[in-house]
């Protein structure tokens, strides 16, 4: 409770609206007013966010690109809860995270190729580099979205051919023959064991045709969209399963040569004793809980942020976000150890879920850690205050002393760096540091 009351005094004194008085009745021991001030803090917050949300996402960049901040916009949109479930694009809203994601790695070259030429120019500004160039026209893996867009219209023609040229009919297990035919023999589309960035964005898996399995089953459920057929998914253990709405799922079971319907469409898990996929059968298929896209944009989006966070972890074997929670293996080591830009690329992925899921509160604990991480203290701070407020006391417990010293490291920073206007705050900011102290 504490923390939280510094943390609106932080936020107060950031906005000029200096007064001691506030931090006085700020320390009030009533519970139903601490619960208020709870609820307020968190809907303030929640403004101060949206708010601060552009400039968050961009932080490391001085001026990020236009195509950038355009391509979260899209995203945004395309999930906002304007827009009925169905009606969310799955292939649209990847693009949109794919389009982020290249404008990200876009602007990292830009800026390491204007640096060396700097360094040739003997520190002259050269006057070209700025990308102005739109999130539509630019080219990911060699195509603009709208083309990759018609690139899965493309596999659906191709299924469609099939179907005409055989004299298949419309049945449905024929169908999902010919998907099966067009997308692992003719293109030759495979589960890659290794899940790296290549096989993690659509465009990529569409390009290369290695993928990993979540993104293999949306590249199905968006083809057999496009012939009329309804997909539906699940989340099975560490799986995630689709088949077609069938009044008759005996039929996706049978065995032919070796392999089951089923198991050509979802992959080796089903095919795997350890693995709870290998369970489902027939009878209870119909009893599981079937996804919606928002959930499985969730998934996708939650497997981004784990990959990314590997590959920035890569050289700290095993070490966890909520590793530092724990004080006794936390020398600070760590964070020099990161890869900034897979951890910048976590962030974003990160950003994009909790549109979606803004309760999740392990998930904000988790990316107010990635933020600790790549040392933005002050939004680490305000994540890690926001999930306090909606975790399980006992989880609460464990993130108040290290948001505590979270707002020393803060504090030390913001030291450094002040100037003359910024003084007046550091003074203010001591004070806090002796109530915070009498309070402790
Ligand atoms: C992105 O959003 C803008 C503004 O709403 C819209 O004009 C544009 O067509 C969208 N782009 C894509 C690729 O959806």
């Known amino acids: 409770m504490r923390v939280l009351v510094l943390f609106v005094i932080m936020l107060i004194l950031h906005m000029g609206l200096v007064s001691i008085i506030i931090i006085r009745s700020g320390i009030d021991q009533n519970a139903d007013k601490n619960f208020k001030k709870v609820t307020d803090f968190t809907t303030f917050s929640a403004t101060m966010i949206k708010k601060n ?7 490391p960049m001085a001026s990020a690109g236009p195509v950038l901040t355009a391509a979260r916009a899209n995203f945004t949109q395309e999930i906002s809860f304007q827009s009925k479930d169905k009606d969310i694009s799955l292939a649209k809203t990847l693009l ?3 389009a982020e994601a290249e404008a990200f790695l876009a602007l990292n070259r830009e800026m390491d190729a204007h640096s060396f030429q700097n360094e040739r120019n003997g520190g002259k500004e050269s006057s070209d580099g700025q990308d102005s160039s739109n999130v539509e026209s630019m080219l990911m893996a060699g195509k603009t ?24 009919g419309c049945h449905l297990i024929q169908v999902l023959e010919a998907v099966n035919k067009v997308l692992f023999e003719t293109r030759g589309f495979k589960r890659s064991p290794v899940v790296d960035s290549k096989c993690s964005y659509l465009h990529s898996v569409l390009s290369s045709g290695c993928g990993s399995a979540i993104l293999l089953s949306i590249i199905y459920i968006e083809v057999c969209r496009r012939l009329n057929v309804n997909i539906v998914g699940s989340r099975v253990g560490e799986d995630f399963l689709i088949w077609p709405e069938t009044g008759n799922p005996e039929e996706l079971f049978k065995v032919n040569s070796g392999h089951s319907l089923f ?14 996929a290998y369970d489902v059968n027939s009878n209870s298929l119909p009893g599981l809980d079937i996804a919606t896209n928002r959930d ?8 981004l942020i784990r990959l990314h966070w590997k590959r920035a972890s890569r050289l700290n074997h095993g070490l966890m976000l909520t590793s530092p929670l724990r004080p006794v293996n936390d020398d600070g ?3 020099r150890l990161l890869r900034p830009q897979d951890l910048r690329l976590a962030i974003m992925a990160s950003e994009k879920l909790l549109i979606l899921q803004p309760h999740n509160w392990a998930l904000r604990r988790d990316h107010g850690m990635m933020l600790y991480f790549s040392r933005e203290y002050g939004e680490s701070v305000q994540e890690l205050s926001i999930c306090m407020a909606f975790a399980p006391e006992e989880e609460a417990e464990i993130l108040e002393p290290f948001v505590e010293k979270l707002h020393l490291l803060r504090l030390e920073s913001s030291w450094k760096y002040s100037g ?21």
């Open 53 to 59: 949300k552009r400039r968050l996402s961009l932080s």
């Open 96 to 98: 949109h995270i794919s």
């Open 145 to 168: 979205m709208d083309e990759w867009l018609l690139e899965l219209d493309a596999i659906s023609k191709e299924v469609e051919v099939e179907l005409v040229s055989k004299e298949i």
């Open 263 to 276: 198991g050509i469409v979802n992959g080796r898990c089903v095919e795997d004793p350890r693995s709870k």
């Open 296 to 303: 499985i944009i969730g998934i996708y989006l939650a497997n």
């Open 333 to 335: 080591s760590s964070v």
């Open 420 to 440: 003359p206007k910024e003084r007046i705050f550091l003074r203010l900011r001591i004070e806090v540091i002796e109530i915070e102290s009498s309070l402790g």
